[in-house]
């Protein structure tokens, strides 16, 4: 059976803008309880309250999924996605896949480079931990004699990575163009190692 919070998710899946009146006539609690059930699913980030008029008085609260809470239910993003990639490498050479992936990775780190560019390396790296946090990776980095050593302990890519490893491109590209200097690939998780590790060598920190 599903739970309380559970059943209010689905619900606001299925009905968009839900209000706390809907929901609760939906999963059959009072008010206050799906008040105090919402209250606990927005701080762990799984919804989102908007505001909506309707008529005069005050607009009401309307409650939609985030990313996070839709990720929750199953989906076929991971046989699509796949299935895209297949046809893309039917219709192109191997070089222009790599390229798309590329491409697309600087596209999504420009902006972030510029701003961060003047800043200290430490800086750019605690910079980018939070910044590719958002897109899904989990990104720890320490120091190690005059390099700098990136380990990514999670990665959104990796299920995808397993059939079509050229998309861990877009991770390397990342990094690199967000702080501006040049990382190397050293462990690679689709090669038996327990995690991707990025390292920035000493004579890359006296070039930028």
Not at 50 to 69: A, I, M, W
Not at 174 to 197: M, N, W
Request: glycine share 4%; proline share 3%.
């Amino acid at each position: 059976m599903k739970s309380t919070r559970d059943r209010i998710l689905q619900t606001i899946l299925t009905h968009r803008n839900a209000t706390i009146n809907d929901l609760a006539e939906a999963v059959d609690i009072n008010a206050i309880s799906v008040r105090h059930h919402l209250t606990n699913l927005q701080a762990e980030g799984f919804i989102q309250a908007n505001e909506e008029r309707h008529g005069v008085g005050r607009p009401r609260l309307v409650y939609s999924l985030t990313d996070s809470g839709l990720e929750r239910f199953p989906t076929r993003y991971m046989s699509l996605t796949n299935r895209l990639l297949d046809q893309l490498k039917h219709s192109l050479p191997q070089s222009e896949i790599n390229n798309i992936f590329i491409r697309m990775a600087k596209s999504l780190a420009a902006d972030q480079a510029d701003k961060i560019k003047k800043l200290p390396i430490e800086q750019k790296l605690d910079y980018i931990r939070k910044s590719l946090g958002d897109e899904g990776f989990m990104i720890e980095w320490q120091k190690v004699g005059e390099e700098y050593h990136i380990t990514e302990t999670a990665c959104p890519f990796y299920h995808v990575g397993q059939s079509h490893p050229e998309v861990c491109v877009m991770d390397q590209t990342l990094i690199s163009t967000i702080l501006s200097i040049p990382a190397e690939k050293i462990q690679c998780v689709l090669s038996g190692d327990v995690h991707c590790t990025f390292v920035i060598k000493a004579h890359s920190l006296l070039e930028h």
